[in-house]
C-alpha cells in the first residue's frame, strides 16, 4: 500500500477514493474487462519492462489482475498509470511499479505460503495468488477488512484473509515461505522474523519518517538472517495493537 516510488504523488491522487462497496451495493456481477481496458493493462506492463522493474512472471501475473476493478470506474483513465490512489481508512492502491518490485524481490514461486501484512484494495494479494502463492493476508483497517474480503469473492479469488495486528503475523498459521509487507515500519517486527522458514524471504520497507528503505531479510539454515537493503520508497504507516474481532 504504497505512495510512491522515488516520486511525488499529485493533489489528484489525494482526491481519488476506491468505492468497492459502492459497488458492491449497485451490482453483484463482475466488472468489465473490455480491449480497451486490456489494451490499457499491456501498455502498463510494457512500461514497468522498459524501465526493468519486476520480471517476467510478475508482468504475466499482473497482466491477468485488472487494476481498474480496484478502482472507481470514474478514474479509468488513470487506472493504468504509475500512480497511488487513496481508497478509504488513510490507507493507498500500491502504485504499479511498487507491486511489480515487490512482487519480483520476494521470489515466489508456485505454491508457496505467503503472508501478506496489509491486504488494503486487495490488487497485491491478488498478483500474488497468480503467481501461485498460497496467500495469507492481514488487514488492520476493519472497514478495508469487510470490503476487500468481499470483493475478492466476487472475483473469484480466495486468499485466507485476516483482521489483526500485522506486527504479529499468524503464528497459528506459520511458518511461511515468504512474509511481504505493504506498509512502512519503523522497525523489524521479530515475529515476523521468527515466522519464516529456513531459506525465506521477509519484504519490508523500513524507517519511522515519510521516506522508507526497502528491505530483504532471508532467514539462514541455522536461524541468522541476512539482511539487504534495497531503493528509497514511501508508504503509509504500519499500524498495531488491533486485537482479533474488534
Known amino acids: 500500500m504504497s505512495v510512491e516510488i522515488r516520486s511525488n504523488v499529485g493533489k489528484m491522487e ?28 499491456r501498455k502498463m506492463i510494457a512500461d514497468l519492462q522498459a524501465k526493468e522493474i519486476g520480471n517476467a512472471r510478475v508482468w ?65 494479494t491478488c498478483v500474488l495468488l497468480e503467481l501461485g502463492a498460497k496467500v495469507f493476508s492481514i488487514e488492520r483497517q476493519k ?23 500485522g506486527y504479529k503475523g499468524l503464528p497459528a498459521y506459520g511458518p511461511f515461505d515468504k512474509i511481504l509487507v505493504t506498509c512502512g515500519a519503523p522497525f523489524i517486527p521479530q515475529e515476523l522474523v521468527d515466522q519464516l522458514k529456513p531459506g525465506g524471504l521477509l519484504v519490508i520497507p523500513v524507517g519511522a519518517g515519510e521516506v522508507q528503505k526497502m528491505q530483504r531479510i532471508r ?25 482479533w474481532g474488534d
Open 219 to 243: 532467514k539462514l539454515p541455522d536461524g541468522t538472517i541476512e539482511q539487504q537493503t534495497l531503493r528509497d520508497f514511501r508508504f503509509v504507516p504500519m499500524l498495531e495493537n488491533k486485537n
Open 143 to 165: 472497514e478495508l477488512f469487510d470490503k476487500t474480503g468481499a470483493f475478492l469473492q466476487l472475483l473469484g479469488y480466495s486468499p485466507k484473509l485476516f483482521y489483526g495486528d
Open 60 to 124: 504475466e501475473a499482473m497482466l491477468k489482475v485488472p487494476r481498474h476493478f480496484f478502482l472507481d470506474k470514474a478514474f479509468l483513465n488513470q487506472a493504468y498509470t504509475d500512480m497511488a490512489f487513496r481508497i478509504g481508512a488513510g490507507q493507498t492502491i500500491s502504485q504499479p511499479s511498487t507491486v511489480a518490485y515487490q512482487s519480483a524481490i520476494l521470489e515466489v514461486a508456485k505454491g508457496e505460503k505467503v503472508l501478506e501484512i496489509g491486504t488494503g484494495s486487495g490488487y497485491q
Open 14 to 41: 489525494a482526491s481519488i477514493i476506491v468505492s468497492l462497496s459502492d459497488f458492491m451495493k449497485s451490482t453483484h456481477q463482475r466488472p468489465e474487462d473490455s480491449f480497451k481496458h486490456q489494451g490499457m493493462r
